[in-house]
């Protein structure tokens, strides 16, 4: 690849891959805040909220009417608010990596939703940039609760 082939390709990679790299910078800055986990923390009761978010753009884009779609999507939510409330029940400790897990597993979510990284019925439920945007925030969010200090 010759330098202007490499000098061009940069444009192009910041025009396709925007969303991911908002949620780089998002996600970065929230790692210089990493706290002990809290149950009354927004990380936990945000899961169920970015389900909701799946419902609502599949019905505004027509594609909870394709077969399996709408059972998916409600698996998704009762999954992640599960995952939420079980975060609320167990010790502070085991909230913390509960609801990290719950976060990296959105971002596994994510993937299925994305167009060109999965051949899932769901693709095409949400935009190609809000899965992108996800997956990197996702994952990020959810090494930051890992990684956090422990509650007391």
């Not at 940069?10 to 790299?21: D, E, H, K, Q």
């Not at 594609?63 to 059972?71: D, N």
Request: charged residues 10%.
């Amino acid at each position: 690849m010759t330098d202007v082939s490499r000098s061009e390709a940069a444009p192009g990679v910041l025009a396709r891959w925007w969303p991911g790299l908002i949620g780089v910078v998002i996600g970065v800055a929230g790692l210089f805040g990493i706290a002990p986990w809290t149950p009354a923390d927004p990380t936990t009761w945000l899961l169920p909220w970015l389900a909701i978010a799946y419902l609502v753009f599949g019905a505004a884009r027509g594609q909870l009417r394709r077969p399996g779609v709408l059972r998916l999507e409600l698996i998704g939510l009762v999954v992640f608010a599960g995952c939420a409330v079980l975060a609320l029940l167990v010790f502070p400790q085991g909230g913390q990596y509960i609801a990290g897990l719950a976060w990296i597993g959105h971002a596994a979510w994510d993937v299925a939703h994305h167009r060109d990284l999965s051949r899932h019925p769901a693709v095409g439920v949400v935009p190609r940039g809000y899965a992108e945007f996800c997956i990197v925030l996702d994952l990020l969010v959810g090494a930051s609760l890992i990684a956090a200090p422990l509650p007391e």
